[in-house]
């Protein structure tokens, strides 16, 4: 048996159509969805991340500001910014590029975000309405590996999921948004004893490290489904997940590919958030 392909360009493409389709409603009413990134340093990934995301925005009829800033910005500078950006009503989301240049502190730079813009969800005040079930901006990677559930038909009421990777971007969030779907949730992660004794119990797996060949064929219970955010280089160079795509395919029930699973899917979270963040303002 050869897994089915969780397919995240097709699922983003529908999702866009929502987004875009939303977008037209607010303008009707006089609001344009608006998202600010903002990129410190020169970078050369994350200028192609925020490149990505400025371009995804204008497909979808949103709004966007690109700012960009010299590496020797200072905190202070930076802080400034946000809090202009804050107090801009055209301006509903607030993404600051990571990683940050080593002499601003990332997470002060975060907790100026207004909430209500946060739509990283990175705030400690998204942290915690994600744990309380409150509402709140929920980050964008978890958030589209629920979808990609969600577009399968998938019931986690009762599974045993198990998240490999325990980043506050990804791992963490994604083992509180599993529980909120009621599935028993194992974190694993570097210091985990016999990861694969974990695997073969689940019937959901996260793979989050960023590390290739995390999960391989021997690790999967038949029938499993597997989601893979992992991005990393074979030694080919060829972009890869943390999963052996072409072994557990052989096992699993679903498997999101690397490239074309969860990747499209974060930038398309982020379009959804921007745009929830808008209709909240404009209630
Ligand atoms: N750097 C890598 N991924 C992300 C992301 O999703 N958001 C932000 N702000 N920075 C990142």
């Known amino acids: 048996m050869t897994a089915h392909l969780i397919d ?17 409603a607010l303008k009707a009413q006089g609001v344009t969805p608006g998202l600010a990134v903002v990129l410190v340093g020169d970078n050369p990934a994350s200028q192609v991340y925020v490149r990505n995301k400025v371009k995804a925005c204008e497909d979808s009829g949103l709004h966007s500001v690109l700012e960009k800033y010299e590496a020797t910005l200072t905190e202070a500078d930076l802080l400034a910014r946000v809090e202009a950006l804050n107090k801009d009503p055209s301006i509903h989301g607030i993404l600051v590029q990571l990683p940050l240049p ?9 907790e100026a975000i207004s909430p209500a813009k ?15 079930g409150m509402p709140g901006f929920w980050p964008c990677t978890p958030y589209g590996c629920m979808k990609m559930l969600e577009s399968i038909g998938y019931d986690l009421r009762g599974k045993h999921a198990v998240v490999i990777g325990r980043s506050n971007i990804v791992g963490k969030p994604m083992a509180l948004m599993l529980l909120q779907k009621d599935a028993t949730v194992t974190v694993a992660h570097s210091r ?6 974990l695997t073969l119990q689940a019937d959901v797996i996260v793979a989050a490290v960023g590390k290739r060949n995390v999960l391989t064929a021997d690790m999967v219970k038949p029938g499993a489904v597997v989601l893979d955010v992992g991005m990393n280089r074979n030694d080919e ?3 890869c997940g943390d999963v052996d795509f072409e072994g ?4 699993a029930s679903h498997i999101t590919p690397v490239p074309g699973g969860v990747g499209p899917m974060t930038i398309t979270m982020l379009l959804v958030n921007t ?4 209709e909240r303002a404009s209630k």
């Open 8 to 24: 995240g360009n097709a699922l983003s493409k529908q999702l866009r159509t929502e987004v875009a389709a939303r977008a037209q």
């Open 102 to 110: 080593p002499h601003i502190d990332a997470q002060k730079v975060i």
């Open 118 to 132: 946060d739509v990283d969800g990175f705030h400690i005040a998204s942290a915690g309405a994600l744990m309380t």
């Open 192 to 197: 985990t004893q016999n990861l694969k004794a």
């Open 248 to 251: 557990v395919k052989q096992v």
């Open 237 to 239: 160079g060829k972009l």
């Open 275 to 278: 745009l929830e963040a808008a």
